[in-house]
């Protein structure tokens, strides 16, 4: 039998949403083993000057948790 625990992680990024979710779980990776899933809770960008400064992500992160 697997246990499995979610975890919240924010992450960002200057180019886009998809690659502040990839910051976000290569990050997390490198703290979390057995990371099984993630999926987008949130997501918003700020803006500076009339312009989109920056992609922000509320990822939940799945992994099983060792025997």
Same mark, same amino acid.
């Given at each position: 039998?697997?246990?499995?625990?979610? &975890?919240?992680?924010?992450?960002?990024?200057? %180019?886009?949403?998809?690659? =502040?979710?990839?910051?976000?779980?290569? @990050?997390?990776?490198?703290?979390?083993?057995?990371? &099984?899933?993630?999926?987008?809770?949130?997501? %918003?960008?700020?803006?500076? =000057?009339?312009?989109?400064?920056?992609? @922000?992500?509320?990822?939940?992160?799945?992994?099983?948790?060792?025997?």
């Amino acid at each position: 039998m697997s246990i499995a625990k979610v &975890t919240e992680v924010i992450s960002s990024s200057s %180019k886009s949403f998809d690659d =502040a979710v990839e910051n976000g779980i290569e @990050r997390a990776s490198k703290t979390l083993k057995g990371i &099984t899933g993630a999926w987008v809770a949130d997501q %918003k960008v700020t803006v500076k =000057a009339g312009k989109i400064d920056e992609y @922000r992500v509320v990822l939940k992160i799945s992994f099983v948790l060792d025997d």
